[in-house]
């Protein structure tokens, strides 16, 4: 079974093009060169290959038969297309790969809106520039110092508390 003769190349280049990084730009270009020019060659040779002229090999071949013998075997030659063996496992993989796009985009899009909600959030402080402690404390409570029910002392790291211990496996310098 032989194919059909490829008359263009069915490759979308300008979709593939738009995806391209621009630092591998140069790469895509020569790969998109070399592919051309190896369509221009397929397409310059004729489809079919010329005929052979068996009577003029006949007349010139000086053994009997031989030519005869060439003519049949090559008449009765049959190079079979390859089969597709790939086109399963591309498409299993594909759907596999369109569901990870799908999960990770479902994802993207929960964290987006988090992050749309936390932006919002920051929007309605006051500017750090104009609040005092008393706003800070109201909009961070478990970052702002509270000398009332938390006490500290300077510079109100925990290392520097009273009731600190240091954690196992940690090493003092």
Do not use: C
């Not at 086109?87 to 569901?99: H, N, W």
């Not at 479902?106 to 005092?132: F, G, W």
């Not at 702002?144 to 006490?151: F, M, S, V, W, Y």
Request: charged share 30%; net charge negative; glycine share 2%.
């Amino acid at each position: 079974m032989a194919s059909k003769r490829i008359t263009q190349s069915a490759i979308n280049w300008a979709a593939i093009a738009e995806r391209v990084p621009e630092h591998q730009r140069q790469q895509f270009l020569a790969f998109k060169t070399k592919s051309d020019n190896y369509l221009r060659r397929v397409l310059s040779q004729p489809e079919k290959p010329p005929a052979i002229n068996w009577d003029y090999y006949k007349q010139r071949v000086p053994v009997a038969g031989m030519v005869d013998e060439f003519q049949k075997r090559y008449t009765s030659l049959n190079i079979p297309y390859p089969p597709d063996t790939m086109v399963g496992q591309l498409d299993a993989q594909e759907k596999e790969i369109k569901s990870d796009i799908e999960k990770f985009k479902n994802e993207s899009n929960v964290r987006i809106q988090e992050y749309k909600a936390q932006l919002a959030h920051l929007a309605s402080l006051l500017p750090y520039d104009q609040m005092t402690m008393e706003d800070f404390r109201d909009a961070h409570p478990d970052e702002a110092l509270d000398p009332i029910n938390r006490p500290t002392y300077w510079p109100h790291t925990p290392e520097e508390q009273l009731d600190y211990e240091e954690k196992e496996g940690a090493s003092s310098h």
